[in-house]
């Protein structure tokens, strides 16, 4: 078919089909042993850019968060008592 675009009739779908499947890259070359340790290498140097935060803003922010748990705990014990006493007044 003319017409279609992309079609099998066309010759460059052919010469996409006659293609050889790749085996494997580069991975394939490389024992097992040998991509951990490149693995861990990458780990370590993504952890080297990281910003890791000072003493006083790790302190400020487990501060923080201690006191919102803390909040938040206080306000579902509220909700719970009150319909605690809710279903009790309703269902006797």
Do not use: C
Not at 9 to 28: S, V, Y
Not at 46 to 58: A, M
């Amino acid at each position: 078919m003319t017409d279609a675009v992309g079609s099998i009739d066309t010759p460059d779908a052919q010469d996409e089909l006659q293609k050889k499947p790749r085996k494997g890259g580069k991975r394939a070359k490389k024992g097992p042993l040998k991509r951990l340790a490149i693995f861990y290498r990458q780990i370590i140097a993504e952890l080297r850019k990281v910003v890791w935060p000072t003493r006083n803003q790790l302190t400020s922010y487990t501060t923080v968060v201690i006191v919102f748990v803390a909040v938040m705990i206080a306000l579902v014990t509220v909700i719970d008592y009150g319909l605690n006493h809710a279903a009790k007044y309703v269902f006797g």
